[in-house]
């Protein structure tokens, strides 16, 4: 079935910094790859996504970028801010499942 | 615009017993979905509530069930309960479906002894 590796599974970094976090999908027909943060005692938030027809897509600090190729997608945060701590989730869905699949989660912790 | 509200926030249950939980999606959305978070294997998906219809289904055995009004608002049961049913219950509400965007409410933390 479709798998989702999230890696690193923690990643601590100075503020001001920039934090990267990498997923691998398996399902090469997957066309949908939101990502979510999730504070403590919170449900998932959806912070920025990006579909298999675009590359990179910036919001402000945040950006996403798509390889299809080697079907892998990262996130990348800029100027990291102490309130950017949480643990962070990418997922994938494919027509074919119509599922959509977490990565295990990574724990960000921004250090003032 | 209100948020995806799920109810009640926190259960304890005995072994044996059931439960229902609820989900009350953002207006306009159709479709719910459930998912089960643990600390071992993460978010797992659930099944699918599309206008009352299931429309798809996870690898959860069948004492988990749910259900969808015709208000979009949906349930979910979980029956003859096991301790490693204790997790977060998340609802997210979407649109149309799983590929579009989904909001999660804030889960429901069920407590097995």
């Known amino acids: 079935g479709e798998n989702v590796e999230q890696h690193p599974s923690t990643l601590s970094v100075q503020e001001g910094d920039s934090a990267v976090i990498k997923c691998t999908y398996s399902d090469s027909a997957s066309n949908y790859f939101p990502w979510y943060k999730q504070e403590l005692g919170k449900g998932p938030q959806l912070i920025i996504d990006i579909r298999s027809n675009v590359g990179e897509k910036k919001d402000q600090r945040i950006a996403v970028t798509l390889n299809k190729t080697a079907k892998h997608f990262s996130l990348h945060i800029t100027e990291t801010q102490p309130e950017d701590s949480a643990v962070y989730f990418c997922a994938a869905t494919s027509p074919r499942t119509d599922k959509l699949i977490f990565g295990t989660g990574t724990r960000l912790q921004v250090f003032p | 615009k209100a948020g995806v509200t799920q109810t009640p926030r926190y259960l304890i249950k005995t072994r044996g017993q059931q439960v229902t939980l609820s989900c009350s999606p953002i207006s306009g959305h159709r479709s719910v979905s459930w998912y089960q978070q643990t600390p071992g294997q993460g978010l797992q998906f659930l099944f699918e509530y599309f206008s009352e219809t299931q429309r798809n289904k996870g690898n959860f055995p069948g004492r988990f069930s749910g259900r969808q009004f015709s208000n979009s608002r949906s349930e979910m049961n979980v029956s003859t309960l096991e301790l490693g049913d204790s997790a977060l219950y998340l609802c997210?509400?979407?649109?149309?479906?799983?590929?579009?965007?989904?909001?999660f409410g804030q889960g429901t933390r069920l407590t097995v002894v």
């Open positions: 997210a509400s979407s649109l149309t479906g799983i590929n579009t965007e989904a909001f």
